[in-house]
């Protein structure tokens, strides 16, 4: 039996001519879908490392020195306009900040440390920008903290003596403004001032210090100096604090 082969050889060539049209067709919709996907991008969730320079600031004290500190959290970036030009930014972070005082003699207390539960919300707008899409963008916004821990050194007359749980108000609010500038590959760094709105001073650093009677030595605080005065002065936080960002 004898096959005519012609008719064969052409349909595998139309088949093929019509595999190879239909192949661009599968691809399309797949390339569409990621550049739509990357424009309707509205938020950026990442986590962020903090050093910072922290002083005490009031009439509560005389001889204060700016102290370092560090912290960590997590932030949120909320684009609001498709250029992504216009944003609210927030975060969550936990610092750690105070001050530290200057040698008066061998019996002063030489630092005290707050820890901060902070929560800022900013609005983020593009200032700047460059070729390699790298935006610099102004940080104006306010931050609330709560703190959950404080403690006082008394190094220089004892070294590591330390009482904790210090009697500072428990709430601060601070005003912020900075700038974060984008580097690549996802990551930012950020630089941002913050100054305290709130007196975190209390009269009872000056009971503990004149009770003759103290429960215990952690709320003795007699044996510290320079003594502490009372409630009508005042201690605000002073921070400037550089980020990196991921």
Do not use: C
């Not at 970036?77 to 944003?87: G, Q, R, S």
């Not at 003699?105 to 030489?110: A, F």
């Not at 630089?191 to 001073?201: D, F, G, M, R």
């Amino acid at each position: 039996m004898r096959y005519n082969i012609k008719p064969i050889l052409l349909s595998l060539f139309m088949l093929q001519i019509m595999t190879g049209f239909a192949q661009p067709e599968v691809e399309a919709p797949l390339q569409q879908q990621n550049i739509d996907t990357e424009e309707q991008t509205k938020t950026k969730l990442g986590v962020k490392f903090t050093l910072g320079n922290h002083l005490f600031v009031g009439n509560a004290f005389d001889n204060e020195k700016v102290a370092f500190g560090f912290g960590a959290g997590v932030y949120n970036i909320v684009h609001l306009n498709k250029p992504k030009t216009v944003n609210l930014h927030w975060e969550l972070n936990f610092n750690f900040k105070g001050s530290k005082f200057g040698k008066l003699n061998d019996t002063s207390y030489s630092k005290i440390s707050l820890a901060y539960m902070e929560l800022p919300v900013m609005a983020s707008f593009q200032i700047l920008n460059t070729k390699k899409k790298q935006p610099l963008h102004l940080l104006v916004g306010f931050q609330t903290g709560v703190l959950f821990r404080s403690s006082i050194n008394k190094s220089y007359g004892k070294f590591g003596q330390v009482k904790t749980d210090l009697p500072f108000k428990r709430f601060d609010f601070s005003p912020v403004i900075g700038v974060r500038k984008e580097i690549g590959s996802g990551m930012s760094f950020q630089l941002a001032a913050k100054v305290s709105l709130q007196n975190i001073w209390t009269n009872t650093f000056y009971e503990r210090s004149i009770d003759q009677t103290p429960e215990n030595d952690n709320v003795d605080y007699r044996d510290l100096t320079p003594a502490f005065r009372d409630g009508t002065h005042q201690v605000k936080n002073y921070s400037l604090e550089l980020s990196f960002m991921f």
